[in-house]
């Protein structure tokens, strides 16, 4: 059965400091893995990677996908408490005689920045 | 560029009712996918429709269904509500995710309470 893990499950942190999210997966026919940043409701598209060893990166956010163990990461740095907000990481898979529009999840990381 | 709009934004029903979501994609966007997300199991995938067709389905009971209008409206409609349907439950479009590399984007989403 497909699956992603994230890791931590959560995290608390204060401003400025840099964190590591973690998202490893094991899903059949992998196609991409995307970054999602939830606050509320609707989660936003952060990344979406589908090639090892090429770093996405957009202001203080940056990701990477090693494909070989599996794994992707997400760091920020310089946190600031609009950080805060639960992570997500989703993978897209494809079956072979049919092929599949969903995204796979992770239970997500929450991520507390305090001032 | 309006985004994926989502209605209603809250819902309360009782047990054994039934309800209809709506979700209207972005403009151009002709994938719709239905996500339904809670605390214990984040983010699960239930069906996802192009071009008004079903093109997969997530692992939920039939009372969880779906159509896809000409103009890529979609609704979801769950029929004998339990408890357990207590979600927020997230619309997702894109031009056409099985294409791969194309980021899915989220609405708002819909809070149903079933009491």
């Known amino acids: 059965e497909d699956k992603v893990v994230q890791s931590p499950l959560s995290l608390v942190v204060h401003e400025g400091d840099t964190v590591t999210l973690n998202c490893s997966y094991e899903?059949?026919?992998?196609?991409?893995l995307l970054w999602y940043k939830q606050e509320k409701k609707a989660p936003t598209f952060l990344f979406m990677l589908?090639?090892?060893?090429i770093e996405k990166k957009s202001g203080r956010l940056s990701s990477i996908l090693d494909k070989k163990e599996l794994f992707s990461i997400l760091n920020i740095t310089a946190t600031q408490t609009g950080d805060s907000a639960v992570y997500l990481c989703?993978?897209?898979?494809?079956?072979?005689?049919?092929?599949?529009?969903?995204?796979?999840f992770g239970k997500g990381t929450k991520l507390s920045v305090k001032p | 560029k309006a985004g994926v709009t989502q209605t209603p934004r809250y819902l309360i029903k009782t047990r054994g009712q039934q309800v209809t979501l709506s979700c209207s994609p972005i403009?151009?966007?002709?994938?719709v996918s239905w996500y339904q997300q809670t605390p214990g199991q984040g983010l699960q995938f239930l069906f996802e429709?192009?071009?008004?067709?079903?093109?997969n389905k997530g692992n939920f009971p039939g009372r969880f269904s779906g159509r896809q209008f000409s103009n890529s409206r979609s609704e979801m409609n769950v029929s004998t509500l339990e408890l357990g349907d207590s979600a927020l439950y997230l619309c997702?479009?894109?031009?056409?995710?099985?294409?791969?590399?194309?980021?899915?984007?989220f609405g708002q989403g819909t809070r149903l309470t079933v009491v």
């Open positions: 997702a479009s894109s031009w056409d995710l099985q294409m791969g590399n194309t980021e899915a984007f």
């Open positions: 899903v059949t026919n992998f196609r991409s």
């Open positions: 429709y192009f071009s008004e067709t079903q093109r």
């Open positions: 403009s151009g966007h002709r994938s």
């Open positions: 589908t090639s090892s060893g």
């Open positions: 989703a993978v897209e898979a494809r079956s072979y005689g049919g092929s599949q529009g969903n995204l796979i």
